[in-house]
């Protein structure tokens, strides 16, 4: 069974900065590309910024030049660095990892999400 935790969220200024962080664990061998996504009341869950296992990253045009998402594959975890942050940020912020399960089909997995509100 496997766990995702985000942590790192809250209120935060406009112009500011928030750090999010995610953990994977239980039986995981590997992790395949890991991602975070968002949802604003009212709105679908959108893509932010995704990472694959080699590093290469895609963001939404929205964050691109202020948001960067990392990762440490030792520890299973990856991180949403959040800055010059707007209102139109706020939203709960999912992460998800895909992780290959039996016959190799890949199973996404995702965290129960963690609230990031921006406002003076």
């Known amino acids: 069974q496997v766990q995702l935790v985000e942590s790192g969220g809250g209120l935060v200024q406009p112009g500011g900065s928030l750090r999010l962080s995610c953990a994977a664990s239980?039986?995981?061998?590997?992790?395949?590309?890991m991602g975070w996504y968002r949802q604003a009341p009212g709105k679908e869950r959108e893509l932010v910024a995704a990472i694959t296992s080699s590093g290469s990253t895609n963001y939404a045009d929205s964050v691109k030049g202020r948001f960067t998402i990392s990762r440490d594959n030792a520890k299973n975890t990856v991180i949403l660095q959040m800055n010059s942050l707007k209102p139109e940020d706020t939203a709960v912020y999912y992460c998800?990892?895909?992780?290959?399960?039996?016959?190799?089909?890949?199973?996404?997995?995702w965290g129960k999400g963690t609230l990031v509100t921006v406002s003076s």
């Open positions: 239980g039986s995981i061998f590997s992790i395949n590309a």
């Open positions: 998800n990892a895909d992780i290959p399960g039996p016959s190799s089909l890949l199973l996404r997995y």
